[in-house]
């Protein structure tokens, strides 16, 4: 609960101060740092799609040692096991005796980067489901709980598809934005050179805790939100859905499966998140817009026609964001 | 709490600042959609006037402008902006929906609701409303405006046939009002004028309706004049008629008081009743009251002469004013149709005998041979004949001047008439003696007697009649052609030509 206005000025200009230190180290790619904070402030996971090289394991990296948390990173790949991932019970020798003992795996911190996600088996991909939605882990018959605050960024690879394992749309569900990580532009790539292969190193210092992050999470949700924002988000969200009348006609023509409940979810709660990033007390159709295509790529089908006419879901959201107005 | 209520005073004033602006812009755009909507109509019906026509349609079109207008100002009563509205509104100018939240949430005591408000106070402390919501006039919409102005003035000036055509009927129309209004007073006036019997101004004013109808379904001066041409002379002709039949009852009445003196008790009943009749019939309350009278008097005995003198008075009264209603209308009174009935052999008498005054008796006139034995009485100046071999019908009229006039056209042949008869009629205040020899035997004249024989000398194509004026017969025969129009099927355009036809020869 926010206790006086100095509290979210104070927020405010510390949140500025995070994405300013995260900018030494990630060069460029604002908006993805921006989306990824916003994902972090609202408890959600995301996944990361780009081709190799752009960052996203140093942004990660980075995001940890800002807001002075944990971070493990798992390597996935088709041999991966569940026990690779959330840990096992091994025999260890305790006062004599043979006793099983949990050993947590790299799921066990405060940011757990899951690379190439889509190179491991299903059965592998659905161990991190329960870390994802519940925050827990359990093995065997016991069920341990995930640091707080918790978030998982995996990573795909948007070109290679041969032996990979698409991920599943309940678990890509699960992940509250998807956030597309493009490459940088000529001046950015000089500054990522002038960090990168020189032996000038950006120095990270730690901005944020755990503690205030999950604060930031408390005040985020009680957030006032207008109707007209409200009515605005729900439209857009229910305009996916091709089976209803009121769907526009290229929603019917490219969509074959709209936008779950989770989604509005993610819209409400980022939206809110980013407007406290951008220093108001109150969401603004903007931040609606601003969410809506990570909210929501991930959860839409595209149908056949959409494949043929070389339609993806972000041109579908633009489209939305365009015949959908406040 | 009084630092929210200060908080939420300011925001609100905020938001009917916000809101008059819109509403005045609001206001204004409705009317001129109104009056836009309103200068269409009026296009289209000075477009349509252009075609069809109708009486200054171009100018009426203009009346459109009001109710569209009323519709425009009702439609911004409808739509006009609530405080949700102009607060969402100012928030899409930039203000990022921080009046919207602030105004939803102003009964609202937490703390992010306060410093939400505080937010969006501090934003709009510096929002200049009039700048962000300036009045102005869409010029789009003025410039459609002035389009339809200049559309409207340009189809209203463009003079066509349908509009002459409407000028034309309208002015038909008017006329038309008039002539029927004038009529009116006409035929007031003739009633005022004459004494008619109720049948009779009924007659009357069925002939008015019908010239009113036909006046206002005149489509041209034309028809107007013919309407009331037609209408003049059915009128004539109708009065004549009544007057001519007043006249007629009136000497009827005049003849049944003559003949009470020399009556039985019984057959006085009998012409009392006649009487009492004739006088309902002519509305004359004095001699239904002198009858009834006398009435009374003959269930008591009998008659008083001075019963008799007022009846014969009041009569004779109602025959000179009869006659004056004749005179008045520049008719002259009929001549006693009933002389010289020498019973003939000769067809009906329709032609009216010439005016040949013999100052002879009457009824003899067969000529050769009819034995015409019937006397003349009175001053009549017989004037009917007989033509060739047959009896005329010479009658005596002895009205005044003697100018009777024979029953209708005399067409007898072969034989004249046996006996004549007479028929006295008397002057004005004149008593009547009527003898009760009324029979052949007691004629002066019988059959039979004298040298007279008969010779036939067949048929023959001649006769006279009385000189009937040019118009009069037009009249009647225009009358009649238009009557025939009414109740038979002719088609239009014959019926036009035939009216034309009728023009012309009443010219």
């Known amino acids: 609960m926010l206790q006086n206005e100095n509290e979210l000025q104070e927020i405010i200009r510390r949140v500025g101060d995070c994405e300013a230190e995260i900018g030494k180290a990630i060069i460029g790619q604002k908006e993805v740092i921006r989306q990824v904070l916003l994902a972090l402030f609202t408890d959600g996971n995301v996944l990361l799609e780009g081709v190799p090289g752009l960052g996203k394991t140093e942004l990660v990296k980075t995001i940890a040692k800002v807001f002075d948390i944990s971070f493990s990173r798992i390597q996935f790949t088709p041999d991966l096991m569940p026990a690779d991932v959330t840990g096992t019970n091994l025999i ?20 757990v980067l899951a690379d190439e996600i889509n190179r491991a088996t299903p059965k592998t991909q659905s161990s991190l489901l329960e870390a994802m939605q519940e925050k827990t882990v359990t093995v065997g018959k016991k069920t341990y709980e995930l640091p707080k605050p918790y978030m998982v960024l995996a990573t795909q690879n948007p070109i290679e598809n041969e032996g990979t394992y698409p991920l599943p749309e309940a678990q890509l ?32 210092h730690p901005v944020m805790n755990g503690e205030d992050i999950t604060r930031i999470r408390a005040i985020i949700r ?105 | ?128 409303v009039k700048k962000n919501f300036p009045f102005k006039v869409s010029m789009k919409k003025l410039a459609i405006l002035l389009a339809f102005v200049l559309a409207v003035t340009v189809t209203m000036l463009i003079p066509t046939k349908a509009r002459v055509k409407a000028e034309v009927t309208h002015g038909v129309k008017v006329e038309a009002e008039k002539k029927a209004e004038e009529l009116e007073k006409k035929l007031e006036k003739l009633k005022e004028e004459y004494n008619l019997t109720d049948e009779q101004l009924k007659e009357l004013d069925d002939l008015l309706k019908e010239a009113i109808k036909e006046l206002r379904d005149s489509m041209s001066d034309e028809d107007l004049k013919r309407a009331e041409e037609r209408f003049a002379a059915k009128s004539e002709q109708k009065l004549k008629d009544s007057l001519s039949d007043n006249f007629e009852k009136a000497k009827e009445a005049q003849k049944n008081v003559s003949l009470l003196e020399n009556q039985t008790p019984a057959e006085q009943a009998e012409t009392l009743a006649k009487l009492e009749q004739q006088a309902k019939d002519a509305k004359d309350a004095e001699m239904a009251k002198a009858v009834d009278d006398a009435k009374q008097e003959l269930e008591n005995g009998a008659i008083s002469d001075a019963a008799m003198n007022n009846m014969d008075n009041l009569s004779q009264r109602a025959l000179e004013n009869a006659k004056a209603d004749l005179e008045k209308a520049g008719m002259e009174p009929p001549k006693d149709t009933n002389n010289g009935n020498g019973d003939n052999n000769g067809s009906t008498p329709t032609g009216s005998p010439s005016p040949t005054p013999t100052g002879s008796e009457n009824g003899n006139n067969g000529e050769n041979n009819g034995n015409g034995e019937g006397q003349g009485n009175q001053n009549g100046n017989g004037e009917g004949q007989g033509n060739q071999n047959q009896n005329g019908e010479g009658q005596g009229g002895q009205n005044q001047n003697g100018q009777g006039q024979g029953g209708q056209n005399g067409q007898g042949w072969n034989q004249g008439s046996e006996n004549g008869n007479e028929n006295p ?48 017969v037009v009249g009647e025969y225009t009358k009649k052609a238009y009557e025939e129009l009414d109740t038979t099927d002719v088609p239009a355009s014959m019926q036009d030509l035939i009216k034309d036809y009728f023009t012309e020869i009443n010219k």
Request: aromatic share 8%; glycine share 6%; proline share 4%.
């Open chain 1, 173 to 204: 569900d699960r992940f509250l934005f998807k956030i597309q990580v493009d490459f940088p532009t000529i001046e950015e790539l000089k500054q990522i050179m002038h960090i990168t292969v020189t032996s000038h190193k950006a120095e990270l």
């Open chain 1, 92 to 111: 260890v020798k305790e006062e004599g005796q043979n006793v099983f003992k949990f050993e947590q795996g790299p799921v066990f911190a405060n940011i």
């Open chain 2, 1 to 128: 709490m009084r630092e929210n209520d200060n908080d939420n005073r300011k925001l609100l004033e905020f938001i009917d600042k916000v809101r008059h602006r819109l509403n005045l812009n609001l206001f204004a755009d409705m009317l001129l959609y109104g009056i836009i909507g309103g200068l269409s109509g009026w296009l289209i019906v000075n477009i349509f006037s252009m075609l069809v026509p109708v009486y200054k349609a171009e100018k009426y079109g203009a009346f459109l402008i009001i109710p569209c207008a009323v519709a425009g100002i009702v439609f911004f009563v409808i739509k006009r902006f609530s405080r949700k509205d102009a607060a969402l509104k100012a928030d899409l100018t930039g203000l990022k929906e921080r009046v919207t939240t602030a105004y939803e949430n102003m009964e609202k005591d937490d703390m992010f609701s306060k410093v939400q408000r505080a937010d969006a106070l501090r934003t709009i402390s510096s929002y200049d």
């Open chain 1, 222 to 326: 009680d957030m006032p939100m207008a109707d007209a924002v409200e009515d605005y988000a729900l439209r857009i969200v229910t305009a996916t859905h091709p089976e209803l009348e009121t769907s526009p006609d290229f929603i019917k023509k490219y969509v074959s499966c709209g936008a779950s409940p989770r989604a509005a979810q993610a819209i409400f709660k980022t939206s809110k998140a980013r407007a406290l990033l951008e220093g108001r007390a109150n969401v603004a159709f903007e931040d609606i817009k601003a969410v809506a295509k990570p909210a929501l790529r991930h959860r839409l089908s595209t149908s056949f026609e959409a494949i043929a006419d070389s339609v993806n879901t972000d041109a579908i959201i633009d489209m939305l964001l365009k015949e959908i107005t406040p």
């Open chain 2, 425 to 472: 009629i008397n002057k004005t205040g004149e008593r009547i003696s009527v003898p009760n020899n009324t029979t052949d035997q007691n004629l002066n004249g019988k059959k039979g007697e004298g040298d007279s024989s008969k010779t036939d000398n067949g048929p023959t194509l001649t006769w006279e009649g009385t000189s009937v004026d040019y118009s009069t």
